[in-house]
């Protein structure tokens, strides 16, 4: 009995220092500063699309009005927006303006605490805004980086923040980051979950079952940019990349820790997400997906990849 | 993972009182205090639940008993099934109350949705085709949303497109305030708005060389007239379509 005790008592301890280890042990804050660029650019971009017809999306009336979208949304106090208060067009502006500028300095660096905090209110803002009416996948993405990107030191690195600190003669390394880390792990987790219920709703469909899934999607006129539809004639080639993506979806969230697995793991996400982008015309989405992906680089990659032009364009400002 | 495997190994060949001592050891390298850690720890559980929960709710859907007999009438003709919130149906009981604990953090972090990219199956694109008349009934505008000439950039187009396409899950009214929104834009009096399903095509009439944007793959769904001032119901003509890439 004392045996059995002990034996539980070890596995636990080693469980929680197993968990310490991957959530609480610090690390460069690199891949997180670098999703931020990422992240920021997909967030100013999608925010400043808006600007091309502002009033009609997000304004009081529009395509859908307030009323209507808070009677679908019913009316939950937690399902909250900005743009459910705002009722002048000039008011609309200068939060538009001011939410542009928000993301146009979390992609620089500027305040980038601050940004990272007031840029997830404002996409949260807008999402709900549109949800339903005009969102899509991109919006779920971006609110989840705006998310994960407030609870760590995002501006550490690639930042105008790091520039304004080393015009300063503040030359001290960055210091490996805890919260960084816990930053990173939970956008990991989130894709996971994201790709593992994407694999269980596609294994309902039958023409994923059926492995023709990747011709209706290619063949959809609205959504096509660049033709694929010389797939006519390649069934098997259809039906291998409707049944890998279906598997690489489901098996992601397990397939994508083990470090031997992970590079082929992620490459088919490269694929899968950049086939999206050029032949779906939904470059925002695939791009953003691409960029959850690199959470999973490790910050000595970043650094070897990123640095180098980091450190030409900080020598540029910094003199 | 090796640095996992190594201490499990380590641990095996000690002493079962050891693991404290290894255990206080490992964590001097974590920086926070432990009772931090623990109530992160918490948190992050509730988090990760909470994002878990809410897509999985979303793709259960409630299920007849097995060998369940569908109601008929006198003659043995099949009833309609009961409403799906009836006692006959099983409802998936722990999804359904998890996602109801934590609805409000789901709602509040943008977090309360599904991930069905393109499924259960990819279907054919919703489009918004419009008229705008004047007092006279002569027309001011015309138009088409998705439309690649008229909306840019891409993005831009692609808002448009879950405007359209979005108008099967949110009803007949969503028509009638599209048809309104673009009388007031075009300062007309009255206007027509047609939702449309453009079909897709099988491979084998691709190879026939019948192009993606055939006239006869457009299949007016519903037609729906306003008036200033008025409120005409639409005809809706089929159930509405599954939206590809908007997901729950």
Redesign the interface.
Known sequence: MK?IV??I??YL??A??????F????TDPATLCFLRVLAGAMLF??HL?WS??LQ??IGQ?????VD?IRG?QGH?????SIFFYIEEPWQLWCVHIFSVLVFLFLMLGLFSRTSAIFGFLL??SY??R???????????IN?MFA?YLMLGPCGARYSLDRIWRLRRGDTSPVAPS?SAN?AIR?IQ??LC???L??G???L?????QAGS?V???V???????LSA?W???W?VL?GLATHITVFWELFYCCLV???HLRPIVLWIAVVVHLGIAMFM?????GLAMLFANLSFLQPATVRRWVDPLADRIALKLTG | MAKNNQSRQGQADSDPAEPKKKSSRSSSGVPWHPVWRWLISLLLILHLTAVFVAPWDLSTDPALPPGYVPPADAQGKPLPLPPRDSTVWQQPVVPRKLREFFRHYLNLAYLNHGYQFFAPDPAGSNLIRYHVYDSGGAEIAAGQFPDLDDQWPRLFYHRHMMLAAQTGDMGEESGRLYARHLMERHGGQSSRVEWVLHRLLSPQQVIDETPLDAESTYVVLAEIRETAGSTANPSVGELPVAIPGAGR
């Open positions: 045996r002990a034996d008592r070890s301890a080693e929680w220092q197993a968990w310490n280890l959530w609480f042990s610090p971009y999608t699309v091309l017809d009609a999306f009336k529009g395509w859908l009005p209507f679908i939950q106090w937690s399902v909250w996409a949260v999402a709900h549109v949800s339903p009416g005009a969102y899509f996948g991109l919006d779920k609110c998310l805890t816990l939970l987790l989130h979950i994201i790709y219920f994407s269980l709703a596609k309902l469909g039958e023409n994923w899934a011709w209706w999607a063949a959809n006129y609205e959504y096509q940019s539809t797939l006519a004639s069934p259809v820790w083990n470090r015309g939904m470059i925002t989405f």
